[in-house]
C-alpha cells in the first residue's frame, strides 16, 4: 500500500512516475526514515545509477564490479 513517502515523490515530481518505491532507513542517532524516489514525466531517462561502496574509505576494497563501473562512468 502507498504510504507518505510514494506520494510525497509523486508530487514533488509533478505526478511523475515512481521510481524507486519506499525504503526505509534508520540513522547513526537511531532515528528511523523512509523515502521514494520519483521522476518528472518530462524528464529523459537516459542512463542508469550504480551505487559502489568502498569500504571504510580505502580504494583497495572497492569491487570489481564496482570499479568497471567507475570506469565506465
Do not use: C, W, Y
Request: hydrophobic share 40%.
Amino acid at each position: 500500500v502507498p504510504g507518505v513517502s510514494e506520494a510525497a515523490a509523486i508530487l514533488s515530481a509533478g505526478g511523475g512516475e515512481l521510481v524507486l518505491e519506499k525504503q526505509k532507513g534508520k540513522l547513526s542517532e537511531g532515528n528511523d526514515f523512509t523515502f521514494a524516489v520519483s521522476i518528472n514525466k518530462e524528464s529523459m531517462r537516459l542512463g542508469h545509477i550504480e551505487i559502489v561502496g568502498a569500504g571504510p574509505g580505502d580504494p583497495e576494497l572497492i569491487s570489481v564490479k564496482g570499479k568497471n563501473f567507475l570506469e565506465a562512468a
